[in-house]
Nanobody, 122 residues
Framework: QVQLAESGGGLVQAGGSLRLSCAASGRPFSPYVTGWFRQAPGKEREFVAGIIRIGGRTLYADSVKGRFTISTDNAKNMVYLQMNSLKPEDTAVYYC???????????????WGQGTQVTVSS
């Protein structure tokens, strides 16, 4: 069973930065892809970024390109989301997810964390 745990959320002013971390556990940690999604109040959950753990190919939502960077430390089973130039519209609960295909659809991801709140004040 794969378990994911996010950390690093918080309150930040617009223009600031945060780094989210996702710790993965489970033997073996077989999912090929790890991604980040977010859900703002009253909105559907949406894809933010994803990475193929071997090779490092990435995929980003247009809304975060150039501002967010996803990375992985396979030795530690960690995935990170560096978020720069944050905007109030980035406010959401951010979820770490793991699956087999680098896609934007939720259904491609089999494992989910509990989420961490990110709030960006204007």
């Amino acid at each position: 069973q794969v378990q994911l745990a996010e950390s690093g959320g918080g309150l930040v002013q617009a223009g600031g930065s945060l780094r989210l971390s996702c710790a993965a556990s489970g033997r073996p940690f077989s999912p090929y892809v790890t991604g980040w999604f977010r859900q703002a109040p009253g909105k559907e959950r949406e894809f933010v970024a994803g990475i193929i753990r071997i090779g490092g190919r990435t995929l980003y939502a247009d809304s975060v390109k150039g501002r967010f960077t996803i990375s992985t430390d396979n030795a530690k089973n960690m995935v990170y989301l560096q978020m720069n130039s944050l905007k109030p519209e980035d406010t959401a609960v951010y979820y770490c997810a793991a699956g087999s295909y680098l896609r934007i659809e939720e259904r491609q991801y089999d494992y989910w964390g509990q989420g961490t709140q990110v709030t960006v004040s204007s």
